[in-house]
């Protein structure tokens, strides 16, 4: 069993950066491909960025290419979105999730989640 544990979130004005964290308890991240996703009110969930389990491929939402960069660290246990260029756009809640198998965009194909961690950015 694995529990993602999202932090970083909090309020910005636009241009602004976050990065936010993804530690877990439990297992070992390193066997798992990761997954951001963010939920703005009254929208479903939608992906952000992703990363295989080795790190070498990652993967990105066309919204968020060439702001964000996602990362894992196997000896933290932690994987880590790096926010840059923030706009009012970017505001909802950011789920971690981990052990996707097929379509990384998906969120279906998680097994675990976080519980999330608000992004709020102000015009």
């Known amino acids: 069993q694995v529990q993602p544990v999202e932090s970083g979130g909090g309020s910005v004005q636009a241009g602004g950066s976050l990065r936010l964290s993804c530690a877990a308890s439990?297992?070992?991240?390193?066997?798992?491909?990761m997954g951001w996703f963010r939920q703005a009110p009254g929208k479903e969930r939608e992906f952000v960025s992703a990363?295989?389990?080795?790190?070498?491929?990652?993967y990105y939402a066309d919204s968020v290419k060439g702001r964000f960069t996602i990362s894992r660290d196997g000896v933290k246990n932690t994987v880590y979105l790096q926010m840059n260029s923030l706009l009012p756009e970017d505001t909802g809640v950011y789920y971690c999730?981990?052990?996707?198998?097929?379509?990384?965009?998906?969120?279906?194909?998680?097994?675990?989640w976080g519980q999330g961690t608000q992004v709020t950015v102000s015009s």
């Open positions: 999730a981990a052990g996707w198998s097929g379509t990384y965009y998906e969120p279906r194909e998680y097994r675990y």
């Open positions: 439990g297992r070992t991240l390193t066997s798992y491909g």
């Open positions: 990363v295989n389990w080795s790190g070498g491929n990652t």
